[in-house]
Protein backbone atom coordinates (compact mmCIF):
# COMPACT_ATOMS: atom_id res chain seq x y z
CA UNK A 1 0.00 0.00 0.00
CA UNK A 2 1.49 3.84 -1.12
CA UNK A 3 1.93 5.51 1.80
CA UNK A 4 -0.53 8.34 3.02
CA UNK A 5 0.73 11.89 2.52
CA UNK A 6 0.93 13.86 5.82
CA UNK A 7 -0.90 17.10 5.83
CA UNK A 8 0.67 18.88 8.42
CA UNK A 9 -1.06 22.13 10.58
CA UNK A 10 -0.62 23.80 13.69
CA UNK A 11 -2.46 26.25 15.46
CA UNK A 12 -0.25 29.46 17.48
CA UNK A 13 -2.27 31.41 20.01
CA UNK A 14 -1.68 35.52 20.18
CA UNK A 15 -2.95 37.33 23.02
CA UNK A 16 -3.58 41.23 23.12
CA UNK A 17 -5.21 43.75 25.10
CA UNK A 18 -7.88 44.54 22.03
CA UNK A 19 -9.40 47.70 20.91
CA UNK A 20 -12.31 45.73 19.56
CA UNK A 21 -13.12 44.00 22.43
CA UNK A 22 -13.32 46.98 24.65
CA UNK A 23 -9.84 46.54 25.61
CA UNK A 24 -10.15 43.63 26.96
CA UNK A 25 -7.53 40.49 26.98
CA UNK A 26 -8.38 38.41 23.49
CA UNK A 27 -6.56 35.62 21.80
CA UNK A 28 -6.69 35.48 17.85
CA UNK A 29 -6.03 31.32 16.57
CA UNK A 30 -4.05 31.17 13.76
CA UNK A 31 -3.29 28.11 11.74
CA UNK A 32 -0.37 27.17 9.78
CA UNK A 33 0.09 24.83 7.33
CA UNK A 34 2.76 23.23 5.52
CA UNK A 35 2.59 22.16 1.84
CA UNK A 36 3.65 18.28 2.21
CA UNK A 37 5.91 18.68 -0.78
CA UNK A 38 8.00 21.94 -0.64
CA UNK A 39 7.63 22.70 2.71
CA UNK A 40 5.97 26.08 1.87
CA UNK A 41 4.36 27.45 4.67
CA UNK A 42 1.03 29.14 4.50
CA UNK A 43 -1.06 31.40 7.68
CA UNK A 44 -4.08 32.58 8.06
CA UNK A 45 -6.15 33.70 11.45
CA UNK A 46 -9.65 34.07 12.57
CA UNK A 47 -9.91 37.37 11.43
CA UNK A 48 -8.47 37.27 8.28
CA UNK A 49 -10.99 36.56 5.63
CA UNK A 50 -12.54 39.74 7.00
CA UNK A 51 -9.45 41.35 5.61
CA UNK A 52 -9.27 39.58 2.15
CA UNK A 53 -11.40 42.50 -0.09
CA UNK A 54 -8.82 44.88 1.96
CA UNK A 55 -6.07 42.94 -0.02
CA UNK A 56 -7.46 41.95 -3.28
CA UNK A 57 -10.55 44.49 -3.66
CA UNK A 58 -13.28 44.46 -6.36
CA UNK A 59 -12.59 45.69 -9.93
CA UNK A 60 -13.58 48.97 -11.32
CA UNK A 61 -14.52 47.58 -14.47
CA UNK A 62 -14.92 50.95 -15.79
CA UNK A 63 -11.63 52.23 -15.06
CA UNK A 64 -10.28 48.67 -16.65
CA UNK A 65 -12.30 49.18 -19.94
CA UNK A 66 -11.06 52.90 -20.28
CA UNK A 67 -7.49 51.50 -19.96
CA UNK A 68 -7.88 49.35 -22.85
CA UNK A 69 -9.72 51.50 -25.06
CA UNK A 70 -6.53 54.70 -24.19
CA UNK A 71 -4.44 51.21 -25.29
CA UNK A 72 -5.79 50.23 -28.28
CA UNK A 73 -4.52 52.66 -30.90
CA UNK A 74 -0.49 51.85 -31.42
CA UNK A 75 -1.09 48.67 -29.18
CA UNK A 76 1.84 46.50 -31.10
CA UNK A 77 -0.06 43.34 -30.65
CA UNK A 78 -3.19 44.01 -32.32
CA UNK A 79 -3.34 43.05 -35.66
CA UNK A 80 -2.35 46.44 -37.56
CA UNK A 81 1.01 46.08 -36.07
CA UNK A 82 1.79 42.57 -34.73
CA UNK A 83 3.28 41.50 -38.32
CA UNK A 84 5.90 44.53 -38.38
CA UNK A 85 6.57 45.41 -34.73
CA UNK A 86 7.14 42.06 -33.77
CA UNK A 87 10.03 39.67 -34.13
CA UNK A 88 10.63 36.73 -35.81
CA UNK A 89 12.66 32.96 -35.03
CA UNK A 90 14.86 31.51 -37.75
CA UNK A 91 13.31 29.35 -40.27
CA UNK A 92 15.08 26.26 -38.65
CA UNK A 93 12.48 26.40 -35.65
CA UNK A 94 9.52 28.04 -37.10
CA UNK A 95 8.59 28.03 -40.83
CA UNK A 96 7.63 32.06 -41.24
CA UNK A 97 9.53 32.70 -38.06
CA UNK A 98 6.13 32.69 -36.10
CA UNK A 99 3.39 30.44 -35.28
CA UNK A 100 -0.04 30.48 -36.13
CA UNK A 101 -2.55 28.21 -33.95
CA UNK A 102 -6.31 29.10 -34.99
CA UNK A 103 -6.69 32.98 -33.78
CA UNK A 104 -3.31 32.57 -31.51
CA UNK A 105 -0.09 33.68 -32.63
CA UNK A 106 3.46 32.71 -31.34
CA UNK A 107 6.82 34.95 -32.01
CA UNK A 108 9.69 35.74 -29.67
CA UNK A 109 10.12 38.14 -26.95
CA UNK A 110 11.63 41.30 -27.95
CA UNK A 111 12.67 41.88 -23.95
CA UNK A 112 13.90 37.71 -23.77
CA UNK A 113 14.59 37.22 -20.00
CA UNK A 114 15.68 33.14 -21.22
CA UNK A 115 17.22 31.38 -24.07
CA UNK A 116 13.45 30.47 -25.01
CA UNK A 117 10.93 33.53 -24.36
CA UNK A 118 7.93 33.76 -26.33
CA UNK A 119 4.99 35.51 -26.47
CA UNK A 120 1.53 34.07 -27.32
CA UNK A 121 -1.25 36.43 -27.79
CA UNK A 122 -4.65 36.61 -29.85
CA UNK A 123 -3.97 39.93 -32.09
CA UNK A 124 -7.67 40.21 -32.75
CA UNK A 125 -8.56 39.92 -29.00
CA UNK A 126 -7.18 43.57 -27.27
CA UNK A 127 -8.97 43.41 -24.23
CA UNK A 128 -10.37 40.11 -22.78
CA UNK A 129 -12.28 39.96 -19.09
CA UNK A 130 -11.14 36.72 -16.97
CA UNK A 131 -15.13 35.27 -18.22
CA UNK A 132 -13.92 35.83 -21.64
CA UNK A 133 -11.30 33.55 -21.49
CA UNK A 134 -13.48 30.99 -23.18
CA UNK A 135 -12.38 27.06 -23.31
CA UNK A 136 -11.50 27.63 -27.25
CA UNK A 137 -10.02 30.71 -27.24
CA UNK A 138 -7.92 29.04 -24.08
CA UNK A 139 -7.29 25.91 -26.12
CA UNK A 140 -5.87 28.00 -29.03
CA UNK A 141 -3.68 29.62 -26.94
CA UNK A 142 -2.49 26.51 -25.34
CA UNK A 143 -2.18 24.49 -27.65
CA UNK A 144 0.29 27.04 -29.61
CA UNK A 145 2.26 27.55 -27.11
CA UNK A 146 2.61 23.88 -26.26
CA UNK A 147 3.05 23.05 -30.29
CA UNK A 148 6.05 25.80 -30.14
CA UNK A 149 7.26 24.22 -26.64
CA UNK A 150 7.36 20.58 -28.80
CA UNK A 151 9.50 22.14 -31.48
CA UNK A 152 11.80 24.30 -29.06
CA UNK A 153 12.80 20.78 -27.03
CA UNK A 154 14.15 19.86 -30.45
CA UNK A 155 15.77 22.89 -31.63
CA UNK A 156 17.45 23.64 -28.20
CA UNK A 157 18.92 20.61 -26.74
CA UNK A 158 20.13 22.19 -23.75
CA UNK A 159 16.88 23.25 -22.87
CA UNK A 160 16.24 21.61 -19.19
CA UNK A 161 13.59 23.40 -18.54
CA UNK A 162 10.45 25.16 -19.87
CA UNK A 163 6.84 26.51 -18.75
CA UNK A 164 4.15 28.40 -20.05
CA UNK A 165 2.99 31.13 -18.08
CA UNK A 166 0.18 34.38 -17.94
CA UNK A 167 0.37 37.34 -16.41
CA UNK A 168 -2.99 38.62 -16.85
CA UNK A 169 -3.88 42.84 -15.94
CA UNK A 170 -1.57 45.15 -14.48
CA UNK A 171 -1.58 44.00 -10.95
CA UNK A 172 -0.41 40.54 -11.89
CA UNK A 173 2.83 41.62 -13.71
CA UNK A 174 1.45 42.71 -17.20
CA UNK A 175 2.67 45.58 -18.77
CA UNK A 176 -0.05 45.32 -21.72
CA UNK A 177 -3.45 45.14 -21.25
CA UNK A 178 -3.52 43.13 -24.72
CA UNK A 179 -3.82 39.58 -23.51
CA UNK A 180 -1.01 36.62 -23.85
CA UNK A 181 0.91 34.00 -22.78
CA UNK A 182 4.81 33.61 -22.26
CA UNK A 183 6.70 30.67 -22.91
CA UNK A 184 9.96 30.63 -21.46
CA UNK A 185 12.76 28.34 -20.75
CA UNK A 186 16.30 27.40 -20.63
CA UNK A 187 19.08 25.80 -19.27
CA UNK A 188 18.92 27.31 -15.70
CA UNK A 189 16.15 26.62 -13.98
CA UNK A 190 13.88 28.69 -11.65
CA UNK A 191 14.30 27.49 -7.90
CA UNK A 192 10.87 26.71 -7.13
CA UNK A 193 10.49 24.37 -10.12
CA UNK A 194 14.03 23.17 -9.21
CA UNK A 195 12.92 22.17 -5.38
CA UNK A 196 9.54 20.92 -6.71
CA UNK A 197 11.46 18.03 -9.09
CA UNK A 198 14.07 17.77 -6.52
CA UNK A 199 10.93 16.93 -3.76
CA UNK A 200 8.83 14.57 -6.56
CA UNK A 201 12.42 12.60 -7.41
CA UNK A 202 12.99 12.23 -3.50
CA UNK A 203 9.60 11.06 -2.54
CA UNK A 204 9.38 8.43 -5.61
CA UNK A 205 12.64 7.35 -4.77
CA UNK A 206 11.56 7.10 -0.73
CA UNK A 207 8.18 5.35 -1.32
CA UNK A 208 8.45 3.53 -4.27
CA UNK A 209 5.50 6.05 -6.35
CA UNK A 210 4.70 9.30 -7.55
CA UNK A 211 4.07 11.83 -5.33
CA UNK A 212 1.60 13.64 -7.44
CA UNK A 213 -0.57 10.22 -8.08
CA UNK A 214 -0.68 9.65 -4.50
CA UNK A 215 -1.86 13.23 -4.10
CA UNK A 216 -4.47 13.02 -6.76
CA UNK A 217 -5.82 9.17 -5.11
CA UNK A 218 -5.87 10.96 -1.74
CA UNK A 219 -7.37 14.03 -2.37
CA UNK A 220 -10.17 12.47 -4.24
CA UNK A 221 -10.66 9.62 -2.07
CA UNK A 222 -11.26 12.19 1.16
CA UNK A 223 -13.15 14.99 -1.10
CA UNK A 224 -11.91 17.33 0.94
CA UNK A 225 -10.06 19.38 -1.84
CA UNK A 226 -10.73 17.64 -5.03
CA UNK A 227 -12.92 19.61 -7.55
CA UNK A 228 -13.20 18.07 -10.68
CA UNK A 229 -11.84 15.33 -13.28
CA UNK A 230 -11.87 15.01 -17.17
CA UNK A 231 -9.28 13.12 -19.41
CA UNK A 232 -6.61 12.60 -17.50
CA UNK A 233 -6.76 15.97 -15.84
CA UNK A 234 -7.47 16.51 -11.84
CA UNK A 235 -8.51 19.62 -10.09
CA UNK A 236 -8.01 20.79 -6.99
CA UNK A 237 -7.34 23.10 -4.10
CA UNK A 238 -4.22 22.72 -2.68
CA UNK A 239 -3.76 21.76 1.29
CA UNK A 240 -0.87 24.97 1.63
CA UNK A 241 -2.17 27.51 -1.31
CA UNK A 242 0.66 29.49 -2.84
CA UNK A 243 -1.43 32.48 -3.84
CA UNK A 244 -4.94 33.70 -3.26
CA UNK A 245 -7.63 31.41 -4.48
CA UNK A 246 -5.24 29.15 -6.10
CA UNK A 247 -6.37 26.31 -7.55
CA UNK A 248 -4.51 23.45 -9.18
CA UNK A 249 -4.98 20.88 -12.12
CA UNK A 250 -2.02 17.69 -11.97
CA UNK A 251 -2.25 15.84 -15.72
CA UNK A 252 -0.41 12.42 -14.00
CA UNK A 253 -0.29 10.71 -17.32
CA UNK A 254 1.91 13.50 -18.95
CA UNK A 255 5.82 14.23 -17.99
CA UNK A 256 6.36 17.43 -20.23
CA UNK A 257 4.23 19.78 -22.11
CA UNK A 258 4.93 18.67 -25.45
CA UNK A 259 3.46 15.21 -24.18
CA UNK A 260 -0.34 16.80 -23.75
CA UNK A 261 -2.46 15.07 -26.28
CA UNK A 262 -5.60 17.18 -27.33
CA UNK A 263 -8.06 15.55 -24.62
CA UNK A 264 -6.20 17.01 -22.03
CA UNK A 265 -5.51 19.97 -23.45
CA UNK A 266 -9.62 20.48 -23.67
CA UNK A 267 -10.05 19.83 -20.15
CA UNK A 268 -7.10 22.23 -19.30
CA UNK A 269 -8.78 24.67 -20.83
CA UNK A 270 -12.22 23.96 -19.70
CA UNK A 271 -10.83 23.85 -15.79
CA UNK A 272 -9.55 27.44 -16.63
CA UNK A 273 -11.86 28.83 -17.96
CA UNK A 274 -14.27 27.95 -15.57
CA UNK A 275 -12.30 29.11 -12.61
CA UNK A 276 -11.53 32.69 -14.32
CA UNK A 277 -15.14 33.06 -14.83
CA UNK A 278 -15.51 32.04 -11.07
CA UNK A 279 -12.36 34.90 -10.28
CA UNK A 280 -14.51 37.78 -12.53
CA UNK A 281 -18.09 36.75 -10.38
CA UNK A 282 -16.20 37.56 -7.00
CA UNK A 283 -15.29 41.03 -8.76
CA UNK A 284 -11.09 40.19 -9.58
CA UNK A 285 -9.89 40.77 -12.65
CA UNK A 286 -6.44 40.04 -12.25
CA UNK A 287 -4.42 36.62 -12.56
CA UNK A 288 -1.66 34.85 -13.25
CA UNK A 289 -1.18 30.82 -13.87
CA UNK A 290 1.81 28.96 -15.15
CA UNK A 291 2.07 25.15 -16.61
CA UNK A 292 4.99 23.36 -16.25
CA UNK A 293 6.70 19.71 -16.38
CA UNK A 294 9.05 17.19 -15.58
CA UNK A 295 12.89 18.30 -16.60
CA UNK A 296 13.93 18.36 -19.90
CA UNK A 297 17.10 17.50 -19.29
CA UNK A 298 16.82 13.65 -18.93
CA UNK A 299 16.71 13.46 -14.89
CA UNK A 300 13.91 11.57 -13.53
CA UNK A 301 11.65 13.79 -11.31
CA UNK A 302 8.50 12.00 -11.23
CA UNK A 303 7.00 15.55 -11.88
CA UNK A 304 4.02 15.48 -13.97
CA UNK A 305 2.36 18.64 -15.98
CA UNK A 306 1.22 20.66 -13.21
CA UNK A 307 -1.15 24.29 -13.74
CA UNK A 308 -1.46 26.67 -10.71
CA UNK A 309 -3.53 29.49 -11.58
CA UNK A 310 -3.89 32.55 -8.61
CA UNK A 311 -5.59 35.74 -8.59
CA UNK A 312 -4.20 38.90 -8.23
CA UNK A 313 -5.37 42.44 -6.75
CA UNK A 314 -8.16 43.69 -8.40
CA UNK A 315 -7.79 45.86 -10.99
CA UNK A 316 -8.76 49.61 -10.30
CA UNK A 317 -7.75 53.20 -9.45
CA UNK A 318 -4.96 53.27 -6.47
CA UNK A 319 -5.11 49.21 -6.34
CA UNK A 320 -2.34 47.61 -4.22
CA UNK A 321 -0.18 45.20 -4.27
CA UNK A 322 -1.39 41.72 -2.67
CA UNK A 323 2.22 40.52 -1.93
CA UNK A 324 4.61 41.81 0.69
CA UNK A 325 7.42 40.76 2.82
CA UNK A 326 6.12 37.63 4.06
CA UNK A 327 5.35 35.90 0.30
CA UNK A 328 8.64 37.60 -1.12
CA UNK A 329 11.02 37.47 1.21
CA UNK A 330 9.96 34.36 3.94
CA UNK A 331 8.67 32.14 1.13
CA UNK A 332 4.92 32.32 2.90
CA UNK A 333 1.77 33.06 1.89
CA UNK A 334 -1.61 34.34 3.14
CA UNK A 335 -4.85 31.94 3.54
CA UNK A 336 -7.69 34.35 3.64
CA UNK A 337 -10.38 31.19 3.09
CA UNK A 338 -10.03 27.91 3.60
CA UNK A 339 -8.84 25.86 0.80
CA UNK A 340 -11.54 23.20 1.82
CA UNK A 341 -14.12 26.03 1.61
CA UNK A 342 -13.05 27.20 -1.87
CA UNK A 343 -13.25 23.35 -3.11
CA UNK A 344 -16.73 22.90 -2.02
CA UNK A 345 -17.52 26.11 -3.91
CA UNK A 346 -15.83 25.11 -7.15
CA UNK A 347 -16.99 21.88 -6.99
CA UNK A 348 -20.69 23.24 -8.13
CA UNK A 349 -19.09 25.96 -10.84
CA UNK A 350 -16.89 23.22 -12.44
CA UNK A 351 -20.46 20.52 -12.24
CA UNK A 352 -17.91 17.86 -10.38
Sequence with gaps: ??????????????????????????????????????????????????????????????????LAARTREGCFFCPEKVLEATPRYPEELLPGGRLEHGGAL?????????????????????????????????????????????????????????QVSCNHMLPAGASLAHPHLQVFGGETVPWQVELSWRRSAEWKAAHGTSFWDTLVAQEETTGDRAIWHADGVHWLAPFAPAGAREVIAVAPGAERLSRLGAPQVAA????????????????????????????LDGRETGFPVVLRVIARTAFKQDYRTDDYFLQKQLGGELMFAAPEEMAARLRTILGH
Excluded at 126 to 150: C, I, K, M, N, V
Design 1 to 66: MTDAIEFERRTETAGFFSPLAGMAFAEDRVEVRTDPLTGMTAVASAGLEAKEEMFLGKTDWDYAEA
Design 106 to 162: VFPNLFPLAAVHAVVTFPERHYLRPSQFTPGLLEEALGAAFDFAGRAESFYPRMAHL
Design 268 to 295: LSEGLSRVLAWYESEGLSAFNFTVFGGA
